[in-house]
């Protein structure tokens, strides 16, 4: 919650009265109850652990008034000696503002808490003091809270900053030096920072000074100073360039007719800064004046305990063997003091309502130092300050002060084995908010020679499950808590539990639920975890998504397998959670048949798979189940091979489907095949240059040559076909048979359909079609069973490596006289070989040949030209 205060709360008569009252309930309420509850069941949450040389980090999940409460923090040990405590300040000055984790990476911080309370609005600079290695960054003239501080001897203390600044003018004449590197604000005790002042900014601040605040003040100048010597003299700027080696004084009103009549481009600068801390014990600590002389870029520049004595009390610098003050920053009110939490109201932070906090507390001896963020969220109530107080009274505080809080508060940590640090609470805002200050933990011991401890985690999200391979977040840290690159070949993996785990690298597979201990190991250094994986005695019942499947030749369906949980969940399960298994119940045999056309001779084609959770159908129709087991849970769904539903339980239904899924036919309409409507001359034209194109690229139609999709016609466009045989054109090249010159129409007397005017052609050159005497195809007559035969055996001719086809054995057939003599020797042969059959004991020539028919004929004819 950035800074909201105007000069501090003024309090009427009425508001005292309030503000007692408010002090006596919160009181009562705070510290009747004496230590703090913590949620039952929140350790699963809750975790500490050290992430640096004398510094342990926590989350704890605390009770009060019935809801949960999240804190984060750290603990330091200042007596370890590689222990540093350090204000985090943007990189390009304290003109600008940064998130907190960018503030921690910038300078190497293990953690960080936000810091001084700033104004939202404007440039957002701190409102209070900046010491950094005894470079004063910034500093207040007037009163503030007060501020957190560490001393040359390693102690962290808590108390009121002071600062004194005096410019001398080459003629003698002094001004008093209002602020350092300050934005203007409204200080408590009324008086103001900048109007009619002379404030000091340096390159700590930025590339530029003040200016005129955007039009805040009108009578403005500045000095601008490099190397101890002005080097000009600017009116009412919009800001100056600081130099590197300089500073500018920025001056209004009274202070800058002082500046305008005392100082020309030539003239000598001369600075005496003093700065420092009143502790409560009375005593006074001063930043050391070469580093503060060093602070302002100029050699010019001096302190007063160079040109007289210093106060009762206050140090001189180190050598002196009195402490000096290193580092400070800002911050607000003070929560404990001597050990007991102050009962602290303040309505500019809503300090009697539940928000996200920020605070720094040490204890007596100013040797441990906590930094504590409260969150305020979903998961987390928040705290009022007297409850913040009680808190940090109860870790063991003697001293504790109040961060900004709000939107503010952010606390970044880098666990154990991380190379960054990351924020760690939810702050209120959603995200880290820009802030000018932060207090950084450094970890400043060398690398350690060897691997100190393995950290060794699930991934967030999600159940293990048996099956599953699990990749664990697995880290390494040193001997001084340091990062450690980790090969993946030194780790190993053992485990107790209910099966033999299988591990590679940081990746484990449990093959059945349970719970298992498992233990990481790079040497003589292991972690150990238990792992518990959901198996299948977790689950009340599995569930499949479609619970039935229905697919065409060569069609395919995702399967999503669910497993409703007995504890009431239900989770998604992934193809290596489960078994799946292809079931094929009784069907017609492929042989059957009412002999008409002759059943396929050979129809071993599959009939279903899986891959993966994906079911895929093949060419062989027919019905079964997939059995799907997950660890012993198991389920099934039905699923049916289907191309035509007016098919079921057809002689012809396998060979049909199985031309189906080679893309040579297609049904009439979505799902019928019509079987016992007759076949055109045309038709058969197409069906024959499609099969010999399949039979010539090993059961599929040539690449890059479409196949009709079922219930549709891939005839040309505008084709008026309706049968679903209509024409792909296709390039036979069967041993035996020679390719044939493309011809664009066929060479007939009559129109053949445009859907069939390739196939035509093509069998035409080839010399498969030769039509009828007169010169005509007839494309719509239906053909019989005779010309049929006759034209398969043109095939059959050219499939043949020997000279001719044998007719022995073929049966001869009761109305044989009633074959046309030039049809005879065919028929034969075609029966001889398997591709055709009569019904019963006789042949049928003159009755006209089915689509059922045909797709048994010449699904034999694929088979025959070595298609499977």
Do not use: C
């Not at 107080?389 to 666990?415: C, E, K």
């Not at 401890?453 to 699930?458: A, E, N, T």
């Not at 975890?529 to 689950?539: M, N, P, Q």
């Amino acid at each position: 919650m950035p800074e909201r205060r105007r000069g501090g709360p003024r309090w009427t008569g009425l508001g005292r009265k309030v503000r007692a009252f408010l002090f006596v309930v919160l009181a009562g309420a705070v510290f009747a109850g004496g230590g703090f509850p913590t949620v039952a069941g929140a350790a699963g949450g809750d975790w500490e652990e050290p992430i640096g040389e004398g510094v342990s980090a926590f989350r704890r999940t605390l009770s009060l008034s019935g809801k949960p409460v999240v804190v984060y923090g750290v603990r330091i040990d200042l007596t370890n000696p590689f222990v540093r405590l350090v204000p985090l300040t943007s990189a390009e000055g304290l003109g600008r503002k940064a998130p907190v984790p960018e503030l921690a990476r910038a300078k190497g911080a293990i953690a960080a808490v936000n810091a001084d309370f700033f104004h939202l609005t404007g440039i957002g600079a701190p409102l209070g003091p900046v010491v950094d290695g005894g470079t004063v960054m910034s500093a207040p003239g007037v009163a503030t809270w007060d501020v957190f501080g560490l001393l040359s001897d390693g102690r962290a203390v808590i108390g009121s900053f002071w600062f004194e600044g005096t410019l001398w003018a080459p003629d003698g004449s002094t001004h008093p030096i209002r602020a350092v590197n300050k934005e203007a604000y409204d200080p408590r005790d009324g008086r103001p920072s900048h109007a009619g002042q002379i404030v000091l900014y340096t390159p700590a601040w930025g590339e530029k000074s003040y200016g005129r605040a955007g039009g805040r003040f009108r009578d403005v100048v500045e000095v601008v100073v490099a190397a101890g010597v002005v080097r000009s003299v600017v009116e009412a700027p919009d800001g100056s360039p600081i130099p590197p080696d300089g500073f500018v004084l920025w001056g209004e009103g009274p202070a800058a007719a002082f500046l305008r009549t005392h100082f020309a481009p030539g003239d000598p600068v001369r600075l005496e800064l003093r700065a420092g801390m009143a502790l409560p014990d009375g005593s006074r600590v001063s930043v050391p004046a070469g580093a503060l002389a060093a602070g302002v870029g100029a050699t010019s520049a001096s302190a007063t305990e160079e040109a007289g004595e210093a106060p009762t009390g206050e140090a001189r610098d180190a050598s002196s063997g009195v402490p000096v003050l290193l580092s400070t920053v800002g911050s607000h009110r003070l929560l404990v003091e001597g050990g007991r939490p102050l009962p602290v109201v303040d309505p500019a932070v809503d300090g009697d309502k539940p928000r996200a906090r920020a605070a720094v507390a040490i204890d007596a001896a100013g040797r441990t130092v906590w930094l504590v963020v409260v969150e305020a969220s979903a998961e987390s109530r928040g705290m009022t300050l007297p409850e913040l107080a009680q808190y940090l009274a109860s870790l063991g505080a003697d001293r504790a002060i109040n961060l900004d809080g709000g939107g503010s508060a952010t606390f970044v940590a880098r666990r154990l084995g991380e190379t960054a640090p990351a924020v760690l609470n939810r702050p209120s805002g959603g995200s880290p908010r820009a802030v000018p200050t932060a207090i950084g933990v450094l970890n400043t011991a060398p690398p350690g020679d060897s691997v100190g401890g393995l950290i060794v985690r699930l991934p967030k999200g999600g159940d293990v499950l048996a099956g599953g391979t699990v990749r664990f977040e697995v880290k390494a840290y040193d001997t001084h808590y340091h990062p450690l690159a980790l090969p993946t070949e030194a780790l190993t993996w053992s485990a107790t539990g209910p099966a033999e785990i299988e591990a590679s690298g940081p990746a484990v597979r449990f093959p059945t639920g349970g719970t298992y201990v498992l233990t990481a190991a790079v040497g003589d250094v292991r972690q150990t975890l238990e792992v518990r994986v959901l198996g299948g005695r977790d689950v009340l019942a599995l569930e499949a998504e479609p619970a039935a499947l229905t697919l065409k030749p060569g069609g395919r369906t995702a399967l999503t397998v669910w497993a409703r949980l007995r504890d009431g969940r239900r989770i998604r399960l992934a193809p290596e959670n489960v078994t799946l298994t292809v079931v094929r119940e009784g069907t017609a045999s492929a042989g059957q048949g009412d002999g008409r056309g002759g059943a396929p001779k050979d129809f071993s084609g599959e009939w279903a798979r899986v891959e993966g959770l994906t079911v895929v159908a093949g060419a062989v129709p027919g019905a079964g189940r997939i059995e799907i087991d997950f660890d012993g849970a198991r389920t099934r769904i039905p699923v049916v091979v289907r191309a035509f539903d007016d098919l079921v339980g057809h002689w012809a239904e396998p060979a049909a489907t199985a031309l189906y899924a080679r893309g040579i036919v297609a049904g009439v309409a979505p799902g019928r095949f019509a079987p016992d409507k007759p076949l055109t001359r045309a038709e058969a034209a197409v069906l024959l240059d499609r099969a010999l194109g399949a039979a010539s690229t090993g059961g599929q139609v040539s690449a890059g040559m479409p196949a009709a999709a079922a219930g549709s016609s891939s005839a040309p466009s505008g084709s008026n076909d309706r049968t679903g045989l209509a024409g792909v054109s296709a390039s036979p090249s069967l041993t035996g048979l020679p390719a044939a010159k493309e011809a664009a129409r066929p060479a007939f007397r009559d129109t053949v359909p445009p859907w069939a005017e390739t196939s035509v052609a093509r069998l035409q050159a080839l010399g498969v079609l030769r039509g009828y005497p007169d010169g005509t195809f007839r494309p719509d007559r239906p053909v019989s069973r005779a010309e049929l035969a006759v034209l398969v055996d043109q095939v059959l001719a050219r499939l043949s490596r020997e000279d001719g086809l044998r007719t022995e054995g073929a049966p001869i057939f009761r109305d044989a006289a009633a074959i046309p003599v030039w049809a005879r020797e065919a028929v034969a042969r075609v029966v001889a070989a398997g591709v055709m059959r009569g019904t019963g004991a006789a042949f049928d020539p003159h009755r006209a040949a089915t689509r059922a028919e045909a797709a048994a004929v010449f699904y034999n004819l694929l088979i025959l030209g070595g298609s499977s």
